[in-house]
């Protein structure tokens, strides 16, 4: 991503160094998140990362510090969820975490701190909210939302991060270009958008189609209610929050079908099920099962819970070469007991 001019969106000072570690310069850091560490922070601004302020404790870094800032600084906004439908993003009873609310005066509040404190310098707005059905309302309404913040304090943002939550070139759903489409349709008739860069955060939009789970069948038996088929991946790999109901997939058996296969994981847990599969072939042991499009946060949430990490592939350039090799056992004792 970093070679294809992509900038890195980091919520640590953990992800910030790892940026870092993987040839990002500072200037191509986003840094959000309401834990960022205050030499960290301090950091940020100088060496001239966009660093959007989610938490009292920075903002009080910056108005007694003032800190130099060679970058861009803005501010989350917590936008009331009740001005989306429910079945769009939840949260309508707690509302939403994260960004200064504008309903009881803290966007205010700390809007005049840091036009104190940088006096004429622009300060950017940063409006993500979570989505349940990626709709293009959800981006209509928060491009809706900002421009009346916006307009309410006369703002001159250089910058909107609208954040993410995309469909990643999932066949028969919204595209990129529509969800741009409808941000710019919005933003036009409030803002001069040839003055205002657009940041989107398309992360786990980009990387989910990218990726690709492919297992073996180890066991296969049948018990007095199903054909139990154990395989050596695992829901922990596909699905690590144990939320999803269906998965894209493909398998290479032969066999003639058969009415009910249970698919499951090598752990020890009676819930570790990846799907059931109905009136299709028959798998038997070594039989592969591949799970497409399953690249969202499943690398770095997946753990090492019963087996070490196992490797990583990329295709580049049609070759096949090893992003992250095997986790042995004795590397993963080194970092229990190190």
């Not at 042991?285 to 196992?310: E, M, S």
Request: neutral net charge; glycine residues 8%.
């Amino acid at each position: 991503m970093n070679g294809h001019g992509v900038y890195a969106e980091v919520v640590s000072d953990e992800e910030y160094e790892h940026a870092i570690l993987s040839g990002y310069s500072e200037q191509n850091i986003v840094f959000n998140g309401p834990i960022k560490g205050t030499e960290q922070v301090r950091r940020a601004l100088k060496h001239g990362s966009i660093v959007n302020i989610d938490s009292r404790r920075e903002e009080v870094l910056i108005e007694k510090e003032r800190p130099y800032n060679n970058g861009q600084l803005g501010i989350r906004v917590n936008i009331d969820p009740t001005i989306f439908m429910e079945k769009d993003v939840g949260y309508q009873e707690d509302g939403f975490r994260f960004g200064y609310s504008d309903d009881n005066g803290e966007l205010l509040r700390v809007i005049k701190t840091l036009e104190k404190v940088y006096e004429n310098r622009r300060i950017g707005l940063h409006v993500h909210v979570n989505s349940i059905t990626r709709s293009l309302r959800v981006y209509r309404m928060i491009a809706q939302y900002t421009s009346k913040i916006i307009e309410k304090y006369k703002l001159d943002p250089p910058y909107v991060d609208i954040g993410g939550g995309f469909f990643g070139g999932v066949p028969g759903k919204t595209t990129p270009r529509e969800y741009i489409q409808t941000i710019q349709e919005e933003f036009e008739k409030a803002i001069d958008i040839s003055k205002v860069k657009l940041i989107i955060e398309p992360g786990s939009a980009a990387i989910g189609s990218a990726v690709e789970l492919h297992t073996s069948v180890v066991d296969v038996k049948d018990t007095k209610f199903a054909r139990i088929v154990t395989t050596d991946g695992s829901r922990i790999h596909i699905d690590p929050v144990w939320l999803k109901k269906s998965y894209t997939y493909s398998t290479n058996a032969k066999k003639p079908s058969i009415n009910k296969q249970v698919i499951c994981g090598y752990t020890c847990m009676d819930h570790d099920r990846m799907m059931v599969l109905e009136n299709e072939p028959e798998l038997s042991i070594g039989d592969r099962i591949v799970y497409q499009r399953v690249g969202n946060y499943t690398v770095t949430l997946g753990g090492a819970f019963i087996k070490p990490l196992p490797p990583v592939y990329a295709m580049v350039n049609g070759e096949i070469e090893v992003a992250r090799k095997k986790m042995s056992i004795e590397e993963y004792y080194k970092m229990e007991t190190a």
